[in-house]
């Protein structure tokens, strides 16, 4: 009996101390404020992008929330327009499994808006098969929709610096690996249906998110914008509804026990959005808001570069 006591004491204390030192997170201290200023959230109808939203609208911004379902984002909309207090909260279109929507969003948002302060590129999903255009749906959703999106939007972010560009990716990405081959001759980055395999594309999803963001820092050398990538933390949300039950009902007591609610997880895309004196650490990768060293192929210029330029050619930009 005592022993049992003893052991859960043990644990519970354990747990406390873990809660405390990791898996607590810290929160964005920036009071910057967002009168007048426009941003744009990808994926903000739920999970960590709706607590962004919601928290840039509380500053007082124009919040733009770049969704692909009607209405689930009206829904978020109405959310945080009541939570905020803010009317300034709108949903436009945009399906990034698509390189058309992605061109029409971006006309139709220059063509109706005429500022862009912050770009978060937030959406993110773990789920096999093809986009409209052949890309496979986790390279086209979490890398080349957003590669596209930025491009087309760039000219509209200098115009308005100080301006900054944050890609959430995720600590997930340190298990990535980039094959050129495998995306010239398949239009993706790895093969396979399995969970496995599409954790494998995942994780080769969110390198491609630091390498953008580490290769479009130095060509926004000399402007007034800035870029960073993201880790959220682990973050309860939707991300693995697509994902084979079995691995779900495995999921579901870790996430209780050692994941972080979305406005957490919403904290270190706030700080690379908001935190003044930041801008020298454009092109880094940020979490628990604080800039982090990432392993050399991170960072890794050739390759950063060589990224770019094939994603150039594969959505028709060169
Ligand atoms: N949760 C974590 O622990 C964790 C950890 C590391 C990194 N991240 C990253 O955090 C980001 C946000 O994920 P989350 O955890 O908040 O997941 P989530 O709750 O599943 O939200 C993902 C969002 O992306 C949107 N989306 C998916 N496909 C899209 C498309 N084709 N076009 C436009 N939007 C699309 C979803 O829209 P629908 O609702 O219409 O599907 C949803 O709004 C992702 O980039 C993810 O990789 C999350
Ligand atoms: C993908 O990343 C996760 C960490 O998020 C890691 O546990 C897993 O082993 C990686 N998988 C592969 C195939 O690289
Ligand atoms: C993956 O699944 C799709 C259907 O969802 C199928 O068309 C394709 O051939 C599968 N690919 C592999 C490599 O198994
Ligand atoms: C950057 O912003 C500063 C201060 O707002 C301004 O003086 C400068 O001209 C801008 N530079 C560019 C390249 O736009
Ligand atoms: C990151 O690397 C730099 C130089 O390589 C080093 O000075 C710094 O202490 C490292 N930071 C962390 C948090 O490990």
Aim: positive net charge.
């Amino acid at each position: 009996m005592f022993t049992v006591l003893l052991i859960c004491g043990g644990l519970v204390a354990f747990y406390l101390l873990l809660y405390v030192t990791v898996l607590r997170l810290p929160k964005c201290q920036s009071t910057t404020k967002l009168h007048g200023k426009t941003v744009i959230v990808t994926g903000a109808n739920t999970g960590i992008g709706k607590a962004t939203a919601l928290d840039l609208a509380k500053r007082g911004a124009r919040v733009i929330l770049a969704c692909r379902d009607e209405s689930r984002a009206q829904a978020a909309v109405t959310d945080i327009q009541r939570e905020s207090g803010n009317k300034e909260v709108l949903y436009m279109h945009l399906d990034l499994a698509s390189l058309k929507s992605v061109r029409s969003f971006a006309e139709n948002f220059l063509k109706k808006e005429s500022r862009l302060d912050i770009l978060i590129s937030n959406a993110g999903l773990v789920m096999g098969g093809k986009t409209e255009d052949g890309f496979g749906r986790i390279f086209g959703v979490n890398h080349l929709g957003h590669f596209l999106l930025t491009v087309l939007l760039l000219e509209r972010l200098k115009e308005c610096g100080p301006s900054r560009v944050v890609t959430v990716s995720s600590n997930a990405h340190s298990w990535g690996t980039i094959d050129f081959n495998c995306i010239n001759t398949h239009k993706d980055l790895g093969l396979g249906n399995s969970t496995v395999a599409l954790i494998k594309l995942y994780n080769n999803s969110k390198l491609c998110n630091v390498l953008f963001t580490h290769e479009l820092a130095k060509r926004l050398k000399g402007t007034n914008v800035t870029c960073y990538s993201v880790h959220p933390g682990g973050i309860k949300t939707e991300i693995s509804r697509h994902v084979n039950l079995w691995w779900r009902l495995f999921a579901v007591p870790l996430l209780m026990l050692f994941f972080s609610d979305v406005e957490s997880g919403a904290q270190t895309s706030l700080y690379c959005a908001l935190q003044e004196g930041i801008e020298p650490l454009s092109g880094r990768y940020f979490s628990r808001c604080a800039v982090q060293n990432v392993s050399a192929k991170a960072k890794d210029d050739t390759v950063a570069k060589k990224l770019w330029e094939v994603s150039e050619r594969l959505v028709g930009l060169a």
